[in-house]
């Protein structure tokens, strides 16, 4: 049976909202046909990640067009960031759009305003998608595809011992930021500043493209940290077949969560654990460690080494004494 045509309506919100994002990608025809046509650059691979975004699970909005914008940016983020994790360049992405049961939609500008910022913080550019009205809120599927040359993309799985573990950026500022986006008061007195920050770590998460060459030239495996360090890392060695040995007086605290740790309002383990951070977990075998800093350094990016992979399986988190603490939750897990 042939498809039903979209209505006048939904048409027209392509091609006033969607269509614009698409300018710098010819394959994506404006939008005005059934799928885009592209083609892997000369000599690379495509890489192709997804991630859905659910309104109250990954982030809030109140019909708002600046929380639309922010949910926009978002969902593009958290995408590159799998790119990043896996040395890829961003090339395209394709968005499924899930409009809230009820409301109105005067809050679409503040989406594509997002995705526009998104897409020019990372040289992306929407090829195509879907929209349809939910029986819920609000939710973003975004497939996101880039590129690396042959046989050059980083996998999760490639981690030996005696690699050094090496974090990019600052950790435990994002789960933070949640808490102070729900509540005001949620850390007691927080300076206006220290506030902004936290929130604005949570709601625009910053992928660290320009680690990507670093990465791909130096690194035995990387990830990106999504659902907190600790648990990142366990699934880094799960799949490499090693353990590692975290050392959490070394993982990198901005300077407002290290004022929380020494208010004890934020223990270092709910840092590590926290989630939402988007930066990158690298295993860089020691004679390269060097090299990479040298690459990472000339990138802008910022970088610590926090632990090694050791050969026997398991993570162990050990304090400045050198003594393992006490884990109660690694992280966040939809099914746990």
Known sequence: MAELPKSDAEQAMIARVFAPLTAGLPGALGLTDDAAILSAPSGRQLVLTMDT?????????????????????????????????????PLAYMLSLTLPAVGSTDWLEGLAEGFRQGQSDWSIHLAGGDTVRGTSGLALTVTAIGSVPQETAVLRRNARPGDRLIVTGTIGDASAGLQVCQSSEAFGHLSRTDADFLKNRYQRPRPK????????????????????????????????????????????????????????????????SGGDDYEILAAVPPDALGAFAEAARHAGVSIAEVGEIIATLGVSVVGDDGNSLSITRKGWDHLG
């Open 53 to 89: 975004l659910v309104q109250d699970v990954h982030f809030l909005f109140d019909g708002s067009v600046q929380q639309a914008s922010d949910a926009a940016y978002k969902a593009l983020a958290v995408n590159v960031s799998d790119l990043v994790a896996k040395a890829a360049d």
């Open 209 to 272: 493209l320009g680690i990507v060459e670093a990465l791909r030239t130096y690194a035995s495996a990387a990830m990106d940290i999504s659902d907190g360090l600790i648990l990142d890392l366990e699934r880094m060695c799960r799949a490499s077949g090693v353990g590692a040995c975290l050392r959490a007086h070394q993982v990198p605290l901005s300077a407002p969560i290290q004022r929380l740790v020494n208010n004890q309002k934020v223990s270092l383990t709910d840092a590590l």
